[in-house]
């Protein structure tokens, strides 16, 4: 019989955390006198980005260089009120499933996000991250997935192998960089992926 994981691995956004970045152009768009579709059009998940990500470029650092990417005239304050309002709830049903697992396995996260955000959703959802043993954060770590050096540096954490964890994502490039070291992993498109992998591994 196939052994059961040691532990369980999610993402939080789009996984346990339902997020919107249209909520942001619309922000921005509403405090610059614009139109969100033309921020949107405009935004770049770039290098600048993925610095932020893995903590090499600060957040006023990053706002400068957004604001300019924008073409728009808002202040720092403005910038990181709109980035932040991107988190829409919790996912109907996955903290229940996530609570009941715990009881059998222990719970981590590994999160591609930068300080600003981090803020943000440690406090919105302070009670549901509860779950979790520890929160790995990529600005933190230095690493942000889908690189291979995020999950081998999570699992050494985690004191496990990458083989004895099973990983839960919503981004399939995410998911293959775990595959790709060895993790396996389940891409997570509702609710009722997390929970059938929960079933399958007998920890609901």
């Not at 957004?66 to 049903?93: F, K, M």
């Not at 993790?183 to 929970?195: G, K, Q």
């Amino acid at each position: 019989m196939e052994e059961p994981p040691r532990a369980l691995l999610f993402d939080l956004g789009g996984v346990l955390v339902d997020i919107d970045f249209g909520r942001a152009f619309q922000f921005w768009a509403r405090r610059a006198d614009t139109d969100p579709d033309s921020l949107r059009r405009r935004f770049r998940f770039d290098g600048a980005y993925e610095d932020h990500e893995r903590g090499e470029l600060s957040s006023p650092e990053y706002f400068s260089l957004l604001r300019s990417q924008l073409g728009v005239e808002l202040t720092v304050e403005d910038l990181a009120a709109g980035w932040n309002d991107i988190y829409v709830g919790v996912v109907p049903g996955v903290a229940e499933l996530l609570a009941k697992a715990r009881r059998h396995v222990p719970l981590y996260a590994l999160t591609n996000t930068n300080p600003s955000h981090q803020a943000a959703w440690t406090s919105l959802f302070a009670e549901e991250l509860r779950v979790f043993t520890s929160v790995f954060v990529s600005s933190d770590l230095g690493h942000r997935k889908p690189e291979a050096s995020a999950y081998l540096e999570v699992a050494r954490r985690m004191g496990t192998e990458p083989h004895e964890v099973l990983f839960f994502d919503d981004t399939p490039a995410n998911v293959e960089g775990a595959v790709a070291v060895g993790m396996p992993s389940v891409l997570v498109e509702s609710a009722a992926d997390v929970e059938k992998a929960l079933t399958r591994t007998g920890f609901l």
